[in-house]
């Protein structure tokens, strides 16, 4: 069952990208790691927990007590990523917004972003920085090194731009 990131709220896209950095950070996440981390009660993130849980986006073992993102819940993980990324350099580099306001920007609409959207985004964005010397653009995003949104999108898997 596909999840659409719009069926998503912001704090829950928070609770993935977080469980998604502790994982590649620490090798595991618990429900006091995420906690401690977005500064929120165990109780609160209990409650977010179970309902990731029903969207079938993690999964949380009782044993260990580690939450681990499903296949569903990492291919949202890596939209949201690539959306974020896409969006930061956009306003950063393409709009020349301070880096702070387009990186708080960028993690209020990465979430609700379509994925055509984002492609289209990469493509314009590609584009506009290889192909018009009319533009002075200084981006340190390179996108001339990938084919297409695709290889982008693989290529922000670990990545953390929080």
């Known amino acids: 069952m596909k999840i659409p990131k719009s069926d998503l709220t912001h704090p829950m896209v928070h609770y993935l990208l977080t469980i998604h950095k502790l994982k590649e950070g620490k090798g595991y996440a618990r429900i006091t790691d995420v906690a401690k981390d977005l500064e929120l009660t165990k109780g609160s993130v209990s409650t977010a927990i179970k309902n990731l849980i029903e969207k079938g986006l993690i ?3 009782d044993e260990t007590k580690f939450i681990n993102l499903t296949d569903d819940g990492h291919n949202i993980v890596h939209e949201i990523l690539t959306s974020r990324t896409l969006l930061f350099y956009f306003f950063k580099d393409f709009l020349g917004v301070d880096e702070k306001m387009a990186k708080q920007d960028a993690c209020l609409m ?3 972003m379509a994925e055509q959207t984002s492609e289209k985004l990469f493509e314009f964005m590609k584009n506009l920085s290889s192909e018009s010397p009319s533009f002075d653009i200084k981006t340190d995003l390179d996108l001339s090194k990938y084919q ?9 898997k670990g990545e953390d731009l929080s």
Do not use: T, V, W
Request: charged share 55%.
């Open 59 to 61: 999964e949380h073992e």
């Open 110 to 112: 990465e979430y609700l």
């Open 148 to 156: 297409d949104a695709q290889s982008f999108k693989d290529d922000r």
